[in-house]
């Protein structure tokens, strides 16, 4: 990021589905799921090419250990590792 360029104020954690931080951060706090994959029915985040389900379970280990889910997201490093990640043969 340049100097230039301020910070995506809600970065996207499901790039499949156009699912940001603070839509998953709200289901988080009103679902209350038990486990991760239950984030899915935020719609449908994690349900696609699966790149961000690490990042739903740390959200939701955040959750679950009182925090702040997500807070330290960086939507152009995210980016740019789901590139990497797509290119990995599977
Ligand atoms: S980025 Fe979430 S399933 Fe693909």
Redesign the pocket.
């Known amino acids: 990021m340049t100097e230039d360029q301020t910070p995506c104020e809600d970065p996207i954690v499901?790039?499949?589905?156009r699912v940001s931080r603070a839509k998953v951060a709200a289901f988080l706090r009103k679902k209350k799921p038990v486990v991760a994959s239950q984030i899915s029915e935020c719609d449908g985040?994690?349900?696609?090419?699966?790149?961000?389900r690490r990042l739903l379970e740390d959200m939701h280990a955040s959750h679950q250990a009182g925090g702040d889910p997500g807070q330290d997201l960086n939507q152009e490093a995210n980016e740019a590792a789901?590139r990497t990640w797509r290119s990995e043969p599977s």
Do not use: I, L, S
């Not at 499901?14 to 589905?17: A, E, I, R, S, T």
């Not at 985040?45 to 961000?52: M, P, Q, R």
């Open positions: 499901c790039f499949c589905y985040a994690g349900t696609g090419c699966g790149w961000c789901r």
